[in-house]
Nanobody, 122 residues
């Protein structure tokens, strides 16, 4: 059974930084593309960043490009999201997601974590 457990969320002032982590278990982590999504109050869940399963190629939403960095440590079965220069509009619940199928470069179907709250005050 796949489990994705996020941590590292919290409250921070605008301009600050946070690092989210996602500990994965239940499947061979290195075989699956991973991603971060977020959902702000009253809005739909949106893609934030993704990373491939092998070469670690990363891709980002335009709204966070240059401020956030996604990375993975296959030895620790952990996904990360380093968030710098945070803005109030980054306030949301952040979800870790693992591709449903292995070896999928840009997946559309995911398994989800429970989410972690990030609150940025201006």
């Amino acid at each position: 059974q796949v489990q994705l457990v996020e941590s590292g969320g919290g409250a921070v002032q605008a301009g600050g930084s946070l690092r989210l982590s996602c500990a994965a278990s239940g499947r061979t982590f290195s075989m699956y593309a991973m991603a971060w999504f977020r959902q702000a109050p009253g809005k739909e869940r949106e893609f934030v960043a993704g990373i491939g399963w092998s070469d670690g190629s990363a891709y980002y939403a335009d709204s966070i490009k240059g401020r956030f960095t996604i990375s993975r440590d296959d030895g620790k079965n952990t996904l990360y999201l380093q968030m710098n220069s945070l803005k109030s509009e980054d306030t949301a619940v952040y979800y870790c997601a693992q591709a449903s199928a292995a070896w999928t470069p840009r997946p559309h179907n995911f398994i989800w974590g429970q989410g972690t709250q990030v609150t940025v005050s201006s």
